[in-house]
């Protein structure tokens, strides 16, 4: 029906950059909102960056200035530009949407990826 595809993660060294990407594909209206969360190794799920179909976004304190999410509303695309990494942002990068369906029951429902893993070391 809707499916989240994640791309872009791997091994980067300290201080690298990493840019993920994930694109919404199916039947579908609209997509409300589209956001990166992460997952480390033994940590709960945690926000990192979401941006609205208006283009609005927030950022988690912590990765304010060194991630960026943007998205390309043609492609049903949304990207998390990652500067400056660190050993602590090592987890599995998730995407999350937030998508009006084509057919009933429309909606908005949240929609995951199955994850993209991002390794930060040396």
């Known amino acids: 029906q809707v499916q989240l595809v994640e791309s872009g993660g791997g091994l980067v060294q300290p201080g690298g950059s990493l840019r993920l990407s994930c694109a919404a594909s199916g039947s579908f209206v609209s997509i409300n909102a589209m956001g990166w969360y992460r997952q480390a190794p033994g940590k709960q799920r945690e926000l990192v960056a979401v941006?609205?179909?208006?283009?609005?976004?927030n950022y988690v304190d912590s990765e304010k200035g060194r991630f960026t999410i943007s998205r390309d509303s043609a492609k049903n695309t949304v990207y998390l530009q990652m500067n400056s990494l660190k050993a602590e942002d090592t987890a599995v990068y998730y995407c999350n949407a937030l998508i009006t369906l084509a057919t009933m029951p429309r909606g908005p429902f949240y929609y995951w990826g199955q994850g993209t893993q991002v390794t930060v070391s040396s």
């Open positions: 941006i609205t179909s208006g283009g609005s976004t």
